[in-house]
């Protein structure tokens, strides 16, 4: 059983940055891809950013581009989303996510984490 667990939510200003994490068990991973998504309220839930666990391929969405950065670190099973230059477009709450890289869509989900960027 996939358990994704984030942290690092938060409140904060406009132009600061945020780290979350995300931490994995239950499986080895070297098989998986592990991203994050947002949902702010009222609208669809997006893709932000995904990194492959093997090689570290990463994909990223247009809108964060140059200000978000993922990585993992693979000794404590943990994906993290480095933000910085928040704006309050960015404010949602923000999931973890896995997928097997055979597999389209994302089967394993985190409960999510509340990111508030205040003007």
């Known amino acids: 059983q996939v358990q994704l667990v984030e942290s690092g939510g938060g409140l904060v200003q406009a132009g600061d940055s945020l780290r979350l994490s995300c931490t994995a068990s239950?499986?080895?991973?070297?098989?998986?891809?592990l991203g994050w998504f947002r949902q702010a309220p009222g609208k669809e839930r997006e893709f932000v950013a995904a990194?492959?666990?093997?090689?570290?391929?990463?994909d990223y969405a247009d809108f964060v581009k140059g200000r978000f950065t993922i990585s993992t670190d693979k000794a404590k099973n943990t994906v993290f989303l480095q933000m910085n230059s928040l704006k309050p477009e960015d404010t949602a709450v923000y999931y973890c996510?896995?997928?097997?890289?055979?597999?389209?869509?994302?089967?394993?989900w985190g409960q999510g984490t509340q990111v508030t960027v205040s003007s």
């Open positions: 996510a896995g997928r097997l890289l055979w597999r389209a869509q994302y089967d394993y």
């Open positions: 239950g499986r080895t991973f070297s098989s998986y891809s």
């Open positions: 990194i492959m666990w093997s090689g570290g391929s990463t």
